[in-house]
């Protein structure tokens, strides 16, 4: 019986969440995608390029898709520290979007020592990347800890917004001091990661011909790496928490904190340990981040953190698995609108829009379900 | 040496001055029961023993070591296992993963499958709602699993607050044949109950609580019989 037990928990935490995951993408791509190609049939006009609106859109649609969800998996990632630390404290750390930030320059500094020549061959490249992401992971890791324990856990006892003005100053205190770090030693503040020719090259995933149009899905060689970045980072957090230990402890210290301390649980230890995996995950996002945009400043962090936030509240916050679905979904719906806005309004309002439209779609569902997509937990401890 | 001794303990709930002074002893193999009304500080008492509250002043000593200041995790490591009120099993875990946390502290796994076992002896039940989620498992069942969970940790003493609170008499009784059970198997019991008649009819000594004040002692007969104990908790006239 033991046997079964721990079979059952093992496939329970690495199986489950890749199928989650993939019923995750397919839904919210099956779904979106739909209804934009329902919305192209009953508006469809000619638009650029001798093509019609519905032309145009079967043409792109599967291009856009991808690159939605490339960006809704970085999303997650960013995502997975805020609802993390929620789960645990019920305190929105503010910060976090500025730890992915410290991330994304531990990186950009890590790879400009290295000095890889940018036509070094591949294995090299990623070696350099790889340790990039490690070295981000480690310092946001680490920079989330000493946040915890500065900022944060002098004011457990406080009301609830004294701890979330004090991860605002922190969010303010780690911006300007990026900056003037990389201001002192490099007279910019921002950053550019250095660019491989082999990672930018565009890799033909199929060509095909569907309902008269020529389709190609094209991706992006770095974004393979970002996406399988990602699903081992889902995955490896999911095994983490669902079937070890550490990650028991952790949910039982975000159900309820006092009887977990009944357990023998040290309490302080495991938050420490949350704000540890949630940082590092942040300070790894931050680094695909930055390999993804290239270019970065001290004020990176925010749009990013906003939107992954928005994303954990969007799946449910305190909820792991909502925290991946919303920002699947955030993303794909962010991708499709920055694609399609334009053509669908004959301009009048293009891809700078996209956001207000994700938004608006983000409010629209938190009206019918308050507690988000998947969050029918956290009523019963708000 | 008292399995567990209180000397003069005084804590505070907020501003309230919960406990004023308790002092009482748990002898090896005992079952001490603590009886009194709503707020005389029954549950604060055993809070304080586990460190859920600090004690202001006054000592905590179990197996003569002082254990006053200790964190709570730290007192759960030496021994003392605390079935809180109200059950508190993790709801989103599994039956399975409640027991497990109550044996967080033990490293080896094969001791962990074992004291599984035996808590499956005491709680048939539970064994076939393992992979059912706590918060689904029917009020008897929560205690049940709340009582097994405490006994994962081979406590020295086992502390129990309220365990027949919400339950129908049928299972009040059987909660209270399983106490009476798991102390000839040698677990000593400090028990906090609202129940006072079934508590002193399965406690060897009791204690009386008034606002944060211990007001009467005696052998579980004595107070059985004491003409004040059966007028204000025993319901008799």
């Known amino acids: 019986m033991r046997k079964a037990i721990s079979q059952s928990v093992l496939y329970q935490a690495l199986v489950v969440p890749l199928i989650q995951l993939f019923v995750f993408v397919a839904i919210s791509l099956l779904v979106i995608g739909s209804v934009i190609l329902i919305l192209a049939a009953l508006f469809n006009r000619p638009v650029t390029g001798g093509m019609t609106l519905l032309q145009f859109v079967i043409r792109t649609l599967p291009q856009v898709a991808i690159d939605g969800l490339?960006?809704?998996?970085l999303y997650a990632m960013i995502a997975l520290g805020y609802t993390m630390v929620y789960g645990v404290l019920q305190f929105i750390?503010?910060?976090?979007?500025?730890?992915?930030?410290?991330?994304?320059f531990i990186g950009v500094e890590l790879m400009l020592a290295l000095a890889i020549p940018s036509t070094a061959p591949l294995m090299l490249i990623m070696a350099g990347i790889l340790l990039a992401v490690a070295a981000g992971m480690v310092g946001s890791g680490l920079l989330a800890v000493v946040i915890e324990r500065v900022a944060y856990r002098p004011l457990r006892g406080a009301p609830r917004l004294v701890p979330l003005i004090s991860a605002i100053g922190v969010s303010f205190f780690?911006?300007?001091a990026v900056r003037a770090i990389e201001g002192l030693l490099n007279n910019a503040f921002y950053r550019n990661y250095p660019s491989f020719p082999i990672l930018n090259q565009q890799i033909q995933l199929a060509t095909f011909t569907l309902a008269g149009q020529p389709i190609q899905m094209q991706i992006q060689a770095k974004v393979i790496f970002i996406i399988i970045a990602s699903l081992v980072m889902l995955t490896g957090l999911n095994f983490v928490v669902n079937a070890t230990r550490l990650g028991r402890a952790i949910r039982a210290v975000a159900q309820d904190r006092p009887t977990a301390a009944l357990m023998g649980v040290d309490v302080d230890r495991i938050i420490m340990l949350t704000f540890l995996i949630g940082g590092a995950l942040g300070g790894a996002t931050g680094v695909l981040f930055g390999i993804r945009v290239g270019r970065i400043d001290p004020y990176v962090g925010f749009i990013p953190g906003i939107k992954a936030f928005t994303?954990?509240?969007l799946g449910g916050i305190g909820n792991i698995t909502g925290a991946m679905l919303g920002g699947i979904v955030l993303g794909v719906l962010e991708g499709f609108a920055g694609a399609y806005l334009s053509q669908f309004t004959g301009g009048a309002f293009g891809t700078e829009y996209k956001d207000i439209f994700a938004f608006l779609i983000l409010i629209l569902i938190l009206m019918f379900r308050p507690t988000g997509l998947l969050g029918e937990q956290v009523g019963q401890k708000a | 040496m008292a399995v567990l001794e209180l000397i003069d303990v005084h804590a505070y709930y907020g501003h309230i001055h919960a406990l004023k002074g308790i002092s009482f002893k748990v002898e090896p193999g005992e079952i001490v029961t603590l009886i009194g009304a709503n707020g005389a500080g029954k549950s604060t008492t055993l809070r304080t023993i586990s460190g859920l509250v600090r004690a202001r002043h006054g000592r905590v000593l179990l197996n003569g070591e002082d254990i006053t200041h200790l964190p709570p995790h730290e007192i759960?490591?030496?021994g003392v296992g605390h079935v809180p009120e109200g059950r508190r099993v993790f709801p989103q875990l599994t039956v399975w993963e409640n027991l497990e946390m109550g044996a967080y502290t033990v490293k080896d796994r094969r001791e962990v499958a074992r004291r599984m076992e035996f808590v499956f002896?005491?709680?048939?039940?539970?064994?076939?709602?393992?992979?059912?989620?706590?918060g689904t498992l029917s009020g008897g069942e929560q205690q049940m699993l709340a009582i097994a969970r405490a006994l994962m940790m081979q406590p020295r003493i086992l502390l129990m607050d309220e365990p027949s609170m919400g339950l129908a008499p049928i299972l009040v009784e059987s909660i209270f044949e399983v106490i009476r059970q798991l102390n000839q198997h040698g677990t000593t019991i400090l028990l906090v109950e609202q129940n006072a008649h079934m508590a002193l009819q399965v406690a060897h000594r009791g204690y009386v609580l008034e606002t944060g004040r211990i007001v009467l002692e005696g052998t579980a007969r004595e107070l059985a019989n004491n003409p004040q104990v059966q007028a204000a908790y025993l319901g008799m006239h």
């Open chain 2, 76 to 78: 759960v490591a030496r």
């Open chain 1, 93 to 104: 750390n503010f910060a976090h979007s500025e730890i992915f930030m410290v991330g994304a």
């Open chain 1, 174 to 176: 780690l911006q300007d």
């Open chain 1, 311 to 313: 994303a954990a509240v």
């Open chain 1, 70 to 73: 490339v960006i809704g998996f």
């Open chain 2, 121 to 134: 002896t005491i709680f048939p039940r539970l064994k076939e709602r393992l992979h059912q989620k706590g």
